[in-house]
């Protein structure tokens, strides 16, 4: 079954909810507050009132998505500077032991080293006492090694002329290949003479760069690193056992987000380049540029589909029901759907929202007899082309997020079946597909189309869309 939409939550259900604290230290300029930005949708420079580079240690940050996962985020402690350590070790200690309550408690720690790419000492001072101190206290720490990415770039200088003069992907794979090396030489080796024990991760690509690419494989792995953590609380006769959802709901998101921007990646960086300069696709029948489209987003998601219900006729016909929605244009709209009295709202051509009713309409509608003849003419550059890619890559993007939060957060992830499809896009369309129509509508017009096709525009529009409406507000953290 799809989660269950948000249940109301009041500052009275939380007071009587346990609720997971991390408390996240480390130097200033190491990028914690990125950190928390990526790894928890938060956008950590919103929240507080303070400040750029200040924090409040007391202060509660929580997501939207999870309101039980509280963030505490402390003031950088830098060499030489006693206030600020001071400040983080009488927090965790007011936070910390059997006499403190489970939900007021700090949990976790994650330690936030900057990995050295110019040689500097890796721990400094305040690094080892806050490790030492937390040890002593009996609370997990994880040490996230924050900007591997600087330490690629880095990396370009140990290149030999020849090595410089291949190609860009093959020199990113020489500079990554080299950089992993000098991580364990830099950063791994110094951990291990502190405490061969400690829990590490790493992360990279989270500064606010324009052409910052993420790493969000490494940030989920940070994130299952800290659910493994609780889970060894309660397995060792804590009472934290009211914690694990609550941390688990936070990593099946990062989970689910990695799965998401792949399905960017693929959908976008692949075909819009094609849509801008009609080589991609030229010669081809628009059918058969869905189809491609369609099977290589969702062998991204990697789901258990035995059955390969994925790629089956009725599950492609489905998305194609929705993605032909806002094809034509509004003026065409009579002459590709009889019933478009019913569909109005549905296709985004009016201004009202039908959300209920959504399902069963766009159950009935089916394939209309005029999308089907459209897509087997050849690939054309026009608005109709454009608003039929962006509708098909989000649309089955979000049907895919609301079947991976139905069904691969099961442990273990079950194979899938058409009714959890059927599940999924019924959700979608109840949800939000009249809106997500009506942002493309509204965005892909004659006016602006030339301007849209000689730059990324629509790849940001549709990265906005699915940022908006995937399913992180339909289930994650809900209180029952």
Same mark, same amino acid.
């Given at each position: *079954?799809?989660?269950?939409?948000?249940?109301?939550?009041?500052?009275?259900?939380?007071?009587?909810?346990?609720? #997971?604290?991390?408390?996240?230290?480390?130097?200033?300029?190491?990028?914690?507050?990125?950190?928390?930005?990526?790894? @928890?949708?938060?956008?950590?420079?919103?929240?507080?009132?303070?400040?750029?580079?200040?924090?409040?240690?007391?202060?509660?940050?929580?997501?939207?998505?999870?309101?039980?996962?509280?963030?505490?985020?402390?003031?950088?402690?830098?060499?030489?500077?006693?206030?600020?350590?001071?400040?983080?070790?009488? #927090?965790?200690?007011?936070?910390?032991?059997?006499?403190?309550? =489970?939900?007021?408690?700090?949990?976790?720690?994650?330690?936030?080293?900057? /990995?050295?790419?110019?040689?500097?000492?890796?721990?400094?001072?305040?690094?080892?006492?806050? =490790?030492?101190?937390?040890?002593?206290?009996?609370? $997990?720490?994880?040490?996230?090694?924050?900007?591997?990415?600087?330490?690629?770039?880095?990396?370009?200088?140990?290149?030999?002329?020849? &090595?410089?003069?291949?190609? $860009?992907?093959?020199?990113?794979?020489?500079?990554?290949?080299?950089?992993?090396?000098? #991580? %364990?030489?830099?950063?791994?080796?110094?951990?291990?003479?502190?405490?061969?024990?400690?829990?590490?991760?790493?992360?990279?690509?989270?500064?606010?760069?324009?052409?910052?690419?993420?790493?969000? %494989?490494?940030?989920?792995?940070?994130?299952?690193?800290? %659910?493994?953590?609780?889970?060894?609380?309660?397995?060792?006769?804590?009472?934290?056992?009211?914690?694990?959802?609550?941390?688990?709901?936070?990593?099946?998101?990062?989970?689910?987000?990695?799965?998401?921007?792949?399905?960017?990646?693929?959908?976008?960086?692949?075909?819009?380049?094609?849509?801008?300069?009609?080589?991609?696709?030229?010669?081809?029948?628009?059918?058969?540029?869905?189809?491609?489209?369609?099977?290589?987003?969702?062998?991204?998601?990697?789901?258990?589909?035995?059955?390969?219900?994925?790629?089956?006729?009725? #599950?492609?016909?489905?998305?194609?029901?929705?993605?032909?929605?806002?094809? $034509?244009?509004?003026? &065409?709209?009579?002459?590709?759907?009889?019933?478009?009295?019913?569909?109005?709202?549905?296709?985004?051509?009016?201004?009202?929202?039908?959300?209920?009713?959504?399902?069963?309409?766009?159950?009935? !509608?089916?394939?209309?007899?005029? @999308?089907?003849?459209?897509?087997?003419?050849?690939?054309?550059?026009?608005?109709?082309?454009?608003?039929?890619?962006?509708?098909?890559?989000?649309?089955?993007?979000?049907?895919?997020?609301?079947?991976?939060?139905?069904?691969?957060? *099961?442990?273990?992830?079950? $194979? !899938?079946?058409?009714?959890?499809?059927?599940?999924?896009?019924?959700?979608? %369309?109840?949800?939000?597909?009249?809106? /997500?129509?009506?942002?493309?509508?509204?965005?892909?017009?004659?006016?602006?189309?030339?301007?849209?096709?000689?730059?990324?525009?629509?790849?940001?529009?549709?990265?906005?869309?699915?940022?908006?409406?995937?399913?992180?507000?339909?289930?994650?953290?809900?209180?029952?």
């Amino acid at each position: *079954m799809p989660p269950r939409p948000p249940q109301l939550v009041t500052k009275d259900v939380l007071d009587e909810c346990p609720r #997971f604290r991390l408390l996240v230290v480390g130097r200033s300029g190491v990028g914690k507050s990125s950190l928390i930005n990526y790894a @928890f949708g938060i956008d950590r420079n919103s929240v507080s009132h303070q400040a750029r580079g200040t924090s409040n240690i007391h202060e509660e940050i929580t997501s939207t998505e999870n309101p039980l996962f509280v963030v505490h985020d402390s003031m950088g402690f830098e060499p030489g500077q006693k206030e600020n350590l001071e400040t983080a070790k009488k #927090f965790l200690e007011s936070r910390s032991g059997v006499n403190v309550a =489970l939900k007021d408690r700090v949990h976790i720690i994650w330690l936030c080293i900057q /990995v050295p790419h110019a040689g500097g000492r890796v721990f400094e001072k305040g690094d080892e006492i806050f =490790l030492k101190l937390a040890s002593t206290i009996k609370v $997990p720490i994880v040490i996230a090694f924050t900007q591997f990415d600087k330490l690629v770039i880095g990396m370009h200088k140990t290149l030999t002329a020849e &090595e410089k003069q291949r190609p $860009p992907p093959q020199v990113q794979v020489l500079r990554t290949e080299k950089a992993h090396v000098e #991580f %364990q030489k830099l950063c791994i080796a110094p951990l291990r003479k502190i405490d061969s024990e400690l829990h590490h991760a790493r992360t990279s690509g989270l500064s606010e760069r324009p052409n910052s690419q993420p790493d969000r %494989q490494a940030l989920r792995i940070l994130i299952h690193i800290t %659910q493994s953590l609780v889970r060894g609380l309660q397995s060792a006769g804590t009472d934290a056992q009211g914690l694990v959802p609550i941390v688990s709901a936070m990593a099946q998101r990062a989970s689910a987000q990695l799965k998401i921007d792949t399905s960017i990646q693929v959908g976008m960086k692949r075909y819009w380049q094609g849509l801008a300069s009609s080589t991609k696709f030229m010669g081809w029948k628009f059918e058969d540029c869905l189809s491609t489209i369609h099977q290589e987003i969702t062998d991204s998601w990697n789901f258990n589909d035995t059955g390969d219900v994925l790629n089956g006729p009725e #599950f492609v016909k489905k998305i194609k029901t929705l993605a032909q929605l806002v094809t $034509p244009e509004a003026s &065409e709209a009579k002459s590709w759907f009889e019933n478009v009295d019913h569909i109005q709202a549905l296709a985004g051509f009016g201004t009202t929202i039908v959300a209920a009713a959504a399902g069963p309409v766009v159950a009935a !509608i089916g394939l209309s007899a005029v @999308f089907i003849q459209w897509i087997t003419q050849a690939y054309n550059k026009t608005p109709e082309t454009l608003r039929c890619f962006m509708g098909y890559i989000v649309d089955l993007t979000l049907v895919m997020d609301h079947l991976f939060l139905a069904v691969l957060s *099961m442990n273990p992830p079950r $194979p !899938i079946t058409q009714d959890d499809l059927d599940q999924a896009v019924l959700q979608y %369309q109840e949800a939000h597909m009249a809106r /997500v129509h009506r942002e493309i509508r509204q965005y892909v017009n004659k006016a602006s189309f030339q301007v849209i096709l000689q730059s990324n525009k629509a790849e940001v529009k549709v990265k906005d869309l699915i940022k908006e409406y995937c399913a992180k507000n339909e289930g994650d953290g809900e209180v029952s």
